[in-house]
């Protein structure tokens, strides 16, 4: 493969990281993005170490100052963009409150990540998307994020009421929806990613799956063929219900 370029967000550790080595791994020049340059400075040493094509960009979601320049950079020295895995994500409800007990803090600061910086990381890496041939644009949410999962008592996931973190995935995919619908009579394609339950920082060490394993459904929606799916939630190329 040539000249393939996918710009991961939050890449400097956990899924997020994975899902850019499994696309390096099959060719892709991959831009390892996060908030904290030295971090993802040093996971794109890892990439050049193992002979992968790797470079680090610093891109905080929440800042729109971060975005814009990130976009500009990739912009100018790349001129076109072939994947955005728009990965970055944080978990900030209080375990032992109610959903009705979550401070408003923590639902802007939760939605400011994962739902507005999602969507403004994409609105400005749009125009470099369009000019790849087949652009791709996985969003990471959840399973948490279904609400036929919430409302479903057999779901072993029941009873996980996250609440900003859950509907902020609930608003991403709502998101996918529409804007997979916009783009419908493009190349491009849109899709949900949830990765399964996955040992990270963010939701704790005691999950089964390992980053690489929880990176394999971005990878798959990273890499889909001209004939594949646009705005669909999937796990490991099962279709996950709203
Ligand atoms: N682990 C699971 O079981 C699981 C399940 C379903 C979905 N997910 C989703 O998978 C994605 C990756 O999470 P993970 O489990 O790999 O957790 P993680 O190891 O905590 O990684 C989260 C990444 O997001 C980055 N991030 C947070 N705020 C950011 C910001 N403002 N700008 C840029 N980057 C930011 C973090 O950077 P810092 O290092 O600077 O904090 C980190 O690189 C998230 O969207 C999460 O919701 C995870």
Request: hydrophobic share 45%.
């Amino acid at each position: 493969m040539t000249n393939k370029i996918a710009l991961i967000t939050g890449a400097n550790k956990g899924i997020g990281l994975e899902t850019a080595r499994q696309l390096a791994q099959v060719g892709y020049h991959v831009i390892i993005t996060g908030r904290n340059l030295e971090a993802v400075q040093k996971a794109a040493a890892t990439f050049a170490a193992d002979g992968l094509s790797a470079e680090a960009l610093a891109l905080d979601v929440t800042n729109s100052l971060s975005i814009a320049q990130a976009a500009e950079f990739v912009g100018r020295h790349h001129a076109h963009l072939d994947v955005l895995v728009n990965n970055a994500g944080i978990a900030r409800d209080a375990a032992d409150k109610a959903p009705s007990q979550q401070s408003l803090e923590v639902w802007r600061t939760t939605f400011d990540t994962n739902l507005f910086g999602l969507i403004e990381v994409t609105q400005a890496f749009l125009p470099l998307l369009r000019k790849s041939e087949a652009g791709r644009i996985v969003n990471v949410t959840s399973l948490l994020g279904s609400i036929a999962a919430n409302l479903d008592a057999t779901s072993p996931f029941y009873h996980a009421k996250i609440p900003a973190y859950n509907i902020s995935k609930t608003a991403v995919n709502a998101w996918t929806v529409h804007l997979a619908y916009e783009l419908r009579d493009t190349a491009m394609k849109v899709n949900s990613a949830s990765p399964g339950f996955v040992k990270t920082d963010l939701h704790g060490m005691d999950a089964p799956l390992s980053p690489s394993e929880g990176a394999r459904t971005s990878f798959q929606l990273a890499t889909l063929p001209a004939d594949g799916p646009t705005g669909s939630f999937f796990h490991e190329g099962e279709i996950l219900p709203w």
